[in-house]
C-alpha cells in the first residue's frame, strides 16, 4: 500500500492519533502535498459520504473522519501550491432566521471543506439580508447553502431564497438547501438550484455545481 493510500484509509476509518505521522512519512518521502490531500484525504472523505448516504456509518463515523482530515490538512497547508484546501472556491453556509440549530449545519460544513471548498459559515438565526451581504462581499463564492430544520422556518428558507434570487445573487452562486423538512419538491418550488438529504450527498453536489 502506498503512503498516500495509507493516508486515505486513515481518514477513511478517522484514525486520529496516526494522520499526523502518516502525513509526515509522506512528505518526507517526496509525496506531493497536492496529490496527499486530493487523491488521499479528499477522495477518502468522498468515499466516507458515499458510506453514510448508504447508512454504512453513521454521524459519529463521519465527524471522526472529517476530524482526522482537518488534522491531515493542518500539517499539509504549508507545502501546498497556492491554495489547493480551496481549490473550489468558497462556500457560505448559514441556518435561516428564526432556526437554532447548527448540528446539522456543522456536518455540512465539515464535509464541504473535505471536499476542497473554504467555507464561510454565518451561523444560525441568519437574516436573508446577511446571506445576500455575504456572496457580495466574497465575489469569488460559488455556492451558498442554507438550511432550515423546522417545519416552521422553511418560510423563512423561501424568503431567503427569494430575497437571494431578487439580489441578483444567482448570476454569482448556486443556491442549495437542506434540513429535516425540506424535499427535492420544496426545494423545486422555492427556486433553489440544489437540495440533498444529507451532509454527505451535499459535499458531492457542491463539489458537481462548480465543476459542470
Not at 491531515?72 to 504549508?78: A, D, N, R, T
Not at 416552521?152 to 430575497?163: A, E, Q
Not at 448556486?174 to 427535492?184: F, L, N, R, S, Y
Amino acid at each position: 500500500m502506498s503512503k498516500i493510500q495509507e493516508i486515505a484509509k486513515a481518514v477513511e476509518l478517522g484514525k486520529v492519533k496516526l494522520i499526523e505521522g502518516l502525513v509526515k512519512e509522506a512528505l518526507e518521502a517526496g509525496e506531493d502535498a497536492n496529490a496527499i490531500l486530493n487523491d488521499g484525504m479528499i477522495s477518502a472523505m468522498g468515499i466516507v459520504g458515499q458510506k453514510f448516504q448508504n447508512n454504512e456509518i453513521f454521524v459519529p463515523e463521519m465527524l471522526v473522519a472529517a476530524k482526522t482530515m482537518k488534522k491531515g490538512v493542518e500539517l499539509l497547508k504549508p507545502h501546498l501550491a497556492g491554495d489547493s484546501v480551496g481549490k473550489h472556491g468558497k462556500y457560505i453556509i448559514g441556518t435561516v432566521a428564526g432556526d437554532l440549530h447548527d448540528i446539522g449545519k456543522n456536518l455540512v460544513a465539515l464535509m464541504i471543506e473535505s471536499a476542497g471548498f473554504e467555507v464561510i459559515d454565518l451561523g444560525v438565526d441568519v437574516p436573508a439580508e446577511k446571506f445576500v451581504e455575504a456572496i457580495k462581499a466574497n465575489p469569488d463564492c460559488k455556492v451558498v447553502g442554507a438550511s432550515a430544520l423546522l417545519t416552521t422556518t422553511m418560510d423563512s428558507l423561501r424568503n431567503t431564497v427569494k430575497t437571494m434570487i431578487d439580489a441578483g445573487c444567482k448570476d454569482q452562486v448556486k443556491i442549495m438547501v437542506g434540513g429535516a423538512p425540506i424535499t427535492q419538491a420544496f426545494a423545486d418550488e422555492i427556486g433553489a438550484d440544489a437540495y440533498t438529504a444529507d451532509a454527505g450527498a451535499a459535499a458531492v453536489k457542491a463539489v458537481e455545481l462548480v465543476t459542470q
